[in-house]
């Protein structure tokens, strides 16, 4: 089997961490956010994984080029020269995809975080018999997404409502999909959106199908988005693999440590808490609700809560780093200086305290 990652543009809601690296290769809970989607296509049988990109496509793969070998998995690339969307990127990569078996294929967004629950999906598309699936989850408030209207004992999707103003629903595309090869046949190469011009018309002919994603979802393409998907994350790591999750009288809840990283005596660390390879977190430091990117020296008695700290950075003794604050790779924040939100750019020295949320060039 084959799968299409959905990959995009710039980035530009996680800056100042995709100035660095692009999106899919920043970290999330201590590896590469699109590796977590590549694990879970091989242990299903995806011998192909296809990248749709417009922006560094070279980077991407340079960086992927270990894992490929690593996960035995062939990882390509299809560059877009003019954006195209959600569904032209299909069209561009329809030689890479259709290889005349007949089998169906995967299209992820690459932002999506769940436990991709890839092989109950297959199993919900082949007994359907249709031409195409989507994912779809329940959200608290339907009226800020496109909804799917679908037959609750069937899946079958009867019409797509776009931010409801009245409740009509309360399932929203999770931005993974498993299409027949003949859903290619729909999608002209230009700019087109999947969710508004593919599916609908598939839904008009009664061939495309809905499966409730279990457990948890998030887009972590921003970064209250990114901290609220790395505790849902944790929490399901906490239900299926306890034991990748750190123990001990410096822990409360759930934390996840890398194994090359170095904690001090005295700290208190969680809940909901990545700390990457090759990090030094002093005595008595308090952590909570944050991610700390490799390499990241925080020193004595500093206090970190929701914020993401990225990699290679220097937090100081007595600092305070809180409220969505983010550090962009190689930030040296000074001893005892307070951030309040402050949204950094690489290579900086934070010398004096940023009191209210503001980016510091």
Known sequence: MKALILVGGFGTRLRPLTLSVPKPIVDFANKPMILHQIEALKEVGVTEVVLAINYQPEVMLNFLKDFE????IKITCSQETEPLGTAGPLALARDKLIDGSGE????????VISEYPFAELIKFHKAHGGEATIM????DEPSKYGVVVMEEETGKVDRFV???KIFVGNKINAGIYLLNPSVLDRIELKPTSIEKEVFPKIAADQKLYAMVLPGFWMDIGQPRDYITGLRLYLDSLRKKSPYKLAVGPHIVGNVLVHETAVIGEGCLIGPDVAIGQGCVVESGVRLSRSTVMREVRIKKHACISSSIIGWHCTVGQWARVENMTILGEDVHVCDEIYSNGGVVLPHKEIKSSILKPQIVM
């Open 162 to 164: 776009e931010k409801p």
């Open 136 to 139: 779809v989850t329940k959200v």
């Open 69 to 72: 070998s690593k996960l035995d």
């Open 104 to 111: 169906p294929f995967f299209v992820l967004n690459s932002d």
